[in-house]
């Protein structure tokens, strides 16, 4: 068959376009498609231009694709402004992937916000199979809402009580967050929230240590979740782990600064708590406040069970080994100092084995357990903390405590049998 040299001519054409993307925004793409890069929908990546119709757009439309593994790509060297958008599924394809290789920007003014849901800025809603990927960045640009936090400025007239988390997976199955970096979030910077099986990996989380509430990672009704090989240094939580969640498992972290690795805290609301087969270890905490803590109001009951820290290290952290059982709410906003309840939530099972290193704090273990339901089944094991000011000696403090010490425990165990 011959094939005149004008048509060789434009398929070579059409070949080159394809490589180098230069096909207009305003085409129609084929159901083959596999990548839908935001630059196709209309992004101008200036950093001022709101974009979020072009990246709802790219997503809507890859969501709907027939093809497998349908891509939407956030390409290098641009920056994006976009504001609060739900990225909804469920999706055709049982997997989708989004790639941030650019930098994705929240809007820096809280003045933005109004009329818009000030909760959350982005979220992956009802999802299966979806990846999150590609080494760029997600900015949450938070540190004017910050200097309006009612957390930090509880008397200040016009304080914020609702602020934005920077990345929400809800509703999710089967997926993954990987080599992501998300910086400054106004408020907690990624949340898993009645989801499961969820695998966030090598993410890089920063935030000033003076930064109210902007913990890496709180995951909360949701269950097989695995957090691992992540660097995270905010202002509160590393990891946070919070209601009716199970099976979740947090290793090869690095913490600090920030306060630590903490379950909880749980029943605020006077709720039954459900908390259960919970693992941290190989965890490194670096002039945190706290280093592994489970903390629980007064009011709530139901039960956290099944727990271990094991294989921690810990260099100038203030409380390294702490539970906390007596949260509660004074009348003028400030914590502590309360009065006994009957309730409480059930802490039991947990084990704390092979941690090492320095505290900054007299105290380095600490286990305030509810004076109304002990704690049971704790167990020391292989536990070596010292004081990081040369001289000086630490201790252990144990309300309520009940378990078991074997090998060495250092300083002495006062666990009740």
Not at 95 to 102: A, D, E, L, T
Not at 186 to 215: C, F, G, W
Request: with cysteine; hydrophobic share 35%.
């Amino acid at each position: 068959m011959y094939v005149s040299e004008s048509i060789m001519k434009a398929v070579g054409v059409f070949a080159l376009m394809l490589i180098f993307g230069l096909f207009s925004a305003d085409l129609p793409f084929t159901s083959a498609q596999t990548i839908f890069n935001v630059l196709d929908y209309g992004a101008k990546a200036d950093g001022k231009t709101d974009d979020s119709n072009a990246f709802s757009a790219a997503w809507k439309a890859a969501c709907s694709a027939a093809t497998q593994n349908p891509t939407v790509v956030v390409p290098s060297s641009k920056d994006f402004l976009v504001y609060p958008l739900t990225f909804q599924g469920p999706c055709k394809s049982s997997n989708i992937s989004f790639q941030v290789i650019g930098t994705i920007n929240a809007p820096s003014s809280p003045s933005v916000w109004r009329g818009r849901n000030a909760r959350r800025w982005l979220i992956f809603h009802g999802v299966t199979g979806l990846l999150i990927t590609g080494n760029g960045t997600f900015n949450g640009h938070g540190s004017e809402w910050w200097d309006l936090s009612c957390s930090d400025h509880p008397t200040m007239a016009g304080c914020a009580t609702i602020i934005p988390v920077a990345l929400n997976i809800i509703h999710c199955k089967h997926s993954t967050i990987s080599d992501i970096y998300t910086i400054n979030s106004a408020r907690y910077h990624v949340v898993v929230n009645q989801s499961s099986d969820i695998l966030v990996k090598n993410m890089h989380i920063t935030a000033p240590e003076s930064s109210p509430n902007t913990d890496g990672i709180h995951i909360e009704l949701s269950q097989n979740v695995l957090v691992n090989n992540s660097v995270i240094a905010t202002g509160d939580d590393c990891v946070s782990i919070g209601e009716l969640s199970s099976n979740i498992n947090v290793s090869y972290v690095t913490c600090g600064p920030g306060h630590g690795v903490s379950i909880g805290s749980l029943g605020r609301y006077g709720n039954s708590v459900k908390v259960e087969n919970i693992h941290v270890k190989k965890v490194n905490f670096k002039g945190t406040t706290n280093g592994v803590r489970i903390k629980t109001w007064q009011i709530g009951v139901g039960y956290a069970r099944k727990i271990s820290f094991e294989h921690i290290t810990m260099e100038s952290v203030k409380n390294p080994i702490y539970i906390d059982q007596n949260y509660c709410n004074n009348f003028d906003g400030t914590r502590g100092n309360c009065e006994p309840k009957s309730t409480g939530v059930h802490i039991s099972e947990v084990t704390y084995d092979d941690i090492v290193g320095t505290s900054s704090s007299n105290a380095a273990i600490y286990l305030n357990c509810s004076q109304s339901v002990a704690c049971t089944g704790i167990a020391l094991s292989n536990i070596k903390i010292e004081s990081d000011k040369s001289g000086q000696q630490v201790t252990s403090e144990c309300t309520n405590a009940h378990g078991t010490d074997s090998g060495v425990v250092q300083p002495k165990s006062c666990l009740q049998s």
